[in-house]
């Protein structure tokens, strides 16, 4: 069993919305969309489910071209950001709405209505109503009527962005486990690459309606092919500086740094080196490359902080472990491990990964 798309696109009123895609989701995997608001997520998902009809192309579920089948003919779930549940029935009969529909006996609509239940943690609140549960309950009941379903592709379309903090820890970390046990195809959309590498499975990275990557998760994190898929794989979006490789040498507009190790075999040139926020540090290191920076702004997260940094031409953000009292306006010493740097070609195409994310 496998969804393909194959050379899809969607035009509407002349604006591209999705540009030719070739994507195959196989049974029993969790893919993960991910790019920021209006890259297309939404817009490929409602392709996939039926809800709108591709411009060109084909959409293929389980060997059967089903580009102009109808959203209620095929066998799909799709739950939204803004979960709705039926405020008048109870948890048992919410769950239980689909599978009436389909008719269904009652024996068979109760087992399945319990095991979706149980496997949503929802089985001692079947008989109170959707507003005498809390918010990640609400949003488990809307899941649990998806899952009940017994779809082969449930489609999740940024199902946390509306819950606290807590409860959507909570749900990540069931939402794989419910993967796991319906051997359906899942998509699940998000704005948060930390989302989608605690997802697992597979990611593909959206930018203006493209699919910049396609791949295991975490490969796609540690060996972005591009700059594109590299800012959309990083928050903040990954940090960019103009080198000129000479040798051994790296030079840049705010001096020079040892290019051994980085790009290795590699001909002298102009790049792009990239390094995540993360990887920036306000204390030295042995080998660390230290640059001179300006402070902007910060931003206090908790038990991190944000740094807002101008270096010559180039803004960057960095993100510093700790509450950190910096003056703004100041001149900060910044420093970074050199097997953190990407280098890639002045088109943006990935030509040397960081050294760490090779090793791993």
């Not at 950001?81 to 599978?99: C, E, G, H, W």
Request: aromatic share 6%; charged share 20%; glycine share 10%.
């Amino acid at each position: 069993m496998a969804l393909q798309l194959k050379g899809v696109t969607h035009v509407v009123n002349g604006q591209t919305h999705i540009h030719e895609t070739d994507l195959t989701l196989e049974k029993g995997t969790m893919n993960v969309l991910l790019g920021p608001t209006s890259s297309g997520k939404t817009s490929l998902m409602r392709l996939m489910a039926g809800l709108d009809h591709p411009t060109k192309g084909q959409i293929i579920w389980n060997g059967e071209n089903v580009t102009g089948q109808r959203v209620q003919d095929r066998k799909i779930a799709m739950v939204y950001q803004q979960f709705i549940n039926y405020p008048s029935m109870t948890v048992y009969d919410n769950i239980a709405s689909p599978l009436k529909l389909m008719g269904l006996d009652k024996a068979e609509i109760d087992a399945r209505v319990r095991e979706a239940a149980d496997l949503m943690q929802l089985s001692p609140m079947l008989d109170r109503k959707p507003l005498e549960l809390s918010g990640g309950q609400q949003q488990r009941c809307a899941l649990a009527r998806a899952l009940v379903k017994n779809a082969g592709l449930v489609l999740l379309d940024e199902p946390l962005a509306n819950l606290d903090y807590k409860l959507r820890e909570e749900l990540r970390a069931e939402i794989p486990r419910i993967f796991e046990k319906s051997g359906s195809i899942f998509v699940y959309a998000t704005t948060e690459p930390e989302e989608a590498l605690l997802l697992g499975g597979n990611c593909a990275t959206l930018w203006e309606g493209r699919v910049t990557q396609f791949g295991p998760t975490a490969q796609v994190y540690r060996q972005p092919r591009d700059t594109t898929t590299a800012r959309v794989f990083s928050d903040p979006p990954m940090n960019f500086l103009q080198v000129e490789k000479q040798g051994d040498v790296m030079r840049h507009a705010g001096g020079e740094f040892s290019a051994k190790g980085i790009g290795q075999g590699l001909p002298d040139g102009s790049y792009q080196a990239g390094f995540r926020p993360s990887h920036l540090s306000l204390e030295n290191a042995p080998s660390a490359i230290q640059f001179e920076t300006s402070l902007n702004v910060t931003e206090i997260t908790g038990s991190e902080t944000f740094v807002h940094l101008q270096h010559g031409n180039d803004r960057w953000v960095g993100l510093i472990h700790g509450v950190r009292d910096l003056e703004l306006g100041r001149d900060l010493t910044v420093y970074l491990d050199p097997t953190r740097i990407y280098l890639f070609a002045q088109d943006g195409k990935l030509v040397a990964g960081a050294p760490y994310a090779e090793a791993a």
